[in-house]
């Protein structure tokens, strides 16, 4: 799928956890729409089925849509700090400078798992794409 924002903007903006420390990210393209699906994620019952994300100070969240990706030329802001690991297929947790994340899907619904990839091409040549 392939799409064109000529509205798209680009942004400097300023993200933070909480009264944590802000960072800036630099170069921030907008879209209308990320289309993304929604998450949920139950914390407590993660804990329970693997012991190695006990402690995580994650917070549990239902039915959240992403609004924000941030790729790789924001990547000190995903750069693992810390990891914590289980046996292989478990989730993993990975502290970051924006907090604790938890990569990964449990064992009950590793059958239905997807794979979606995100590119902005923001240099791409404006003239090819006016005569297409």
């Known amino acids: 799928m392939s799409r064109v924002e000529n509205d798209s903007r680009t942004l400097c903006v300023s993200l933070s956890q909480g009264n944590r420390r802000a960072y800036e990210l630099r170069d921030v393209r907008t879209v209308k729409e990320l289309t993304l699906p929604s998450q949920s994620l139950d914390v407590n019952k993660l804990a329970k089925t693997f012991p190695h994300l006990r402690g995580i100070p994650?917070?549990?969240?239902?039915?959240?849509?992403?609004?924000?990706?941030?790729?790789?030329?924001?990547?000190?802001?995903?750069?693992?700090?810390?990891?914590r690991e289980g046996a292989t297929?478990?989730?993993?947790?990975?502290?970051?400078?924006?907090?604790?994340?938890?990569?990964?899907?449990?064992?009950?619904?590793?059958?239905?798992?997807?794979?979606?990839?995100?590119?902005?091409?923001?240099?791409?040549?404006?003239?090819l794409h006016n005569m297409v």
């Open 58 to 83: 994650v917070q549990s969240y239902y039915a959240a849509v992403p609004r924000l990706l941030i790729g790789i030329d924001n990547i000190r802001l995903t750069v693992p700090l810390k990891t």
């Open 89 to 127: 297929n478990d989730p993993v947790a990975v502290k970051m400078r924006l907090g604790w994340c938890i990569f990964g899907g449990s064992k009950e619904n590793s059958a239905t798992s997807s794979l979606n990839v995100h590119a902005c091409d923001c240099a791409s040549d404006q003239t």
